[in-house]
T-cell receptor, first 114, second 112 residues
Framework: KAGVTQTPRYLIKTRGQQVTLSCSPI?????VSWYQQTPGQGLQFLFE???????NKGNFPGRFSGRQFSNSRSEMNVSTLELGDSALYLC?????????????FGSGTRLTVV | SQQGEEDPQALSIQEGENATMNCSYK?????LQWYRQNSGRGLVHLIL?????REKHSGRLRVTLDTSKKSSSLLITASRAADTASYFC????????????FGQGTRLTINP
């Protein structure tokens, strides 16, 4: 079966712009989580969606937002980009929640803000 | 702040040797999971051990969990060059969110 698909793989944006990243989870998985990975902070939890509802949220500013569609596909948006937003953004899907069975991760979107 | 802390931060061994990585955490957990990440790619789920389990095996992997010491170890036996990667422990917390809290990882290098 197909894995978790993230698009695009690479992205270069300018400070102040906004960006939208997309994630298609494994078929049948209803939970989608987003993580930001940087060398300094490691893997930081952004938010989790389950059946189109945001169930959990990490400690990120309001510039970071997301949503989930009825087919479980998810998008995350970052507005007013800052240099510090440069990171690998990882999407992870699970049947009902990562704490139960673990995640399947996508390959990530590498965002560079210049 | 990170829940889990891996030790060592980096480990370099010869092919065929065993590799042991440790993880300590701070709060009570429902389960602990180990993931592998190859250079800038997504993470791959390796093994999950629940809080009422003490040891679990999967192929060349052996994971132990000591909830009294809030620590876990991952042993990779008979290492191969393909095992070169970063390894992360992640804790599923008892209270609150359906999320995993990741440690900073151990960078493992297997030398041929």
């Amino acid at each position: 079966k197909a894995g978790v698909t993230q698009t695009p793989r690479y992205l270069i944006k300018t400070r102040g712009q906004q960006v939208t990243l997309s994630c298609s989870p494994i078929s049948g998985h209803r939970s989608v989580s987003w993580y930001q990975q940087t060398p300094g902070q490691g893997l930081q939890f952004l938010f989790e969606y389950f059946s189109e509802t945001q169930r959990n949220k990490g400690n990120f500013p309001g510039r970071f937002s997301g949503r989930q569609f009825s087919n479980s596909r998810s998008e995350m948006n970052v507005s007013t980009l800052e240099l510090g937003d440069s990171a690998l953004y990882l999407c992870a899907s699970s049947l009902a929640g990562a704490a139960e069975n673990g995640y399947t991760f996508g390959s990530g979107t590498r965002l560079t803000v210049v | 702040s990170q829940q889990g802390e891996e030790d060592p931060q980096a480990l370099s061994i010869q092919e065929g040797e065993n590799a042991t990585m440790n993880c300590s955490y701070k709060t009570s957990i429902n389960n602990l999971q180990w993931y592998r990440q190859n250079s800038g790619r997504g993470l791959v789920h390796l093994i999950l051990i629940r809080s009422n389990e003490r040891e679990k095996h999967s192929g060349r992997l052996r994971v132990t969990l000591d909830t009294s010491k809030k620590s876990s170890s991952l042993l990779i036996t008979a290492s191969r060059a393909a095992d070169t990667a970063s390894y992360f422990c992640a804790t599923g917390l008892i209270q609150g969110a359906q999320k995993l809290v990741f440690g900073q990882g151990t960078r493992l290098t297997i030398n041929p």
